[in-house]
């Protein structure tokens, strides 16, 4: 049973700094906004991490890029960068996600990051019990976490 998850921020940068960036290093950026220490940030893995109702829940996760594409949509451009992220160690135990996250103008001096995708809960159908019941808050606390870190990452670099 896959689950849409969504989450966004936005970056007080203009969107062709912001792209640039990311485009440039996505792996490095996501990796060094979901750390939480500077030697983490040079990590092959991130941490993700999510606070349920002062339960703190973590995973060090393995991610993938896809091809980064740019394109003219709607009023103005945008940059889609395909993610797909699992648990390091133990998948089996853990959420596996699949998402693009499309970076946009939104004036000439913000840029909005919108994190769009399907997560599966992991442990088949006692997994997909869980998730009704918790699992699905710990995802989208968890993504709600990774925006905001690589928006606070982009913002606090690119000052």
Known sequence: MN???RAYDYVNHPYALVRDVLSTYPKEVLQAATSEAASR???VAAKLRAD???????AE????????????SGPGPVTRIPIEWKAAHQPHLFP?????LSVYPL????TQLDFRGRYE????VVGGAIDSILGHRIAEASVHTFIADVA???RTELA
């Not at 596996?96 to 693009?100: F, I, L, P």
């Open 121 to 124: 809960p992991p442990l088949g």
């Open 41 to 43: 940030a040079r990590s």
């Open 61 to 72: 996760i393995s991610t993938s890029i896809g091809e980064i594409e740019e394109s003219a």
């Open 152 to 154: 606070c990452y982009l």
């Open 96 to 100: 596996s996600t699949s998402a693009v």
């Open 3 to 5: 689950r849409d998850i």
């Open 52 to 58: 349920i109702g002062g339960l703190k829940v973590g």
């Open 107 to 110: 004036t000439a001096t913000e």
